[in-house]
């Protein structure tokens, strides 16, 4: 789906950019790092509960994360 065209990209530089691996992402937003794995691939969807555990964790809009904005925050 194009909305969620960008989701991927933005999760892995925003945990690449804050230094923490996979796993250590996995651990702060309760998932598994195959889930991680499969959110930077876009091999899987992000939960409505996962977009609000991700913005909060990184102080971001949705609209960032999903590449609706170029803004981080509105």
Known sequence: SIIYS?????????RIERGYTQQEL??????????ISK????????????IERICKLFDISSDYL?????????
């Open 26 to 35: 996995a651990d702060i937003l309760h998932t598994s790092q195959k889930t």
């Open 39 to 50: 959110y930077e691939l876009e091999s899987t969807d992000l939960s409505t509960i996962m």
């Open 66 to 74: 999903l590449g609706i904005s170029d803004l981080p925050k509105e």
């Open 6 to 14: 960008m989701y991927g990209k933005r999760i892995k530089e925003l």
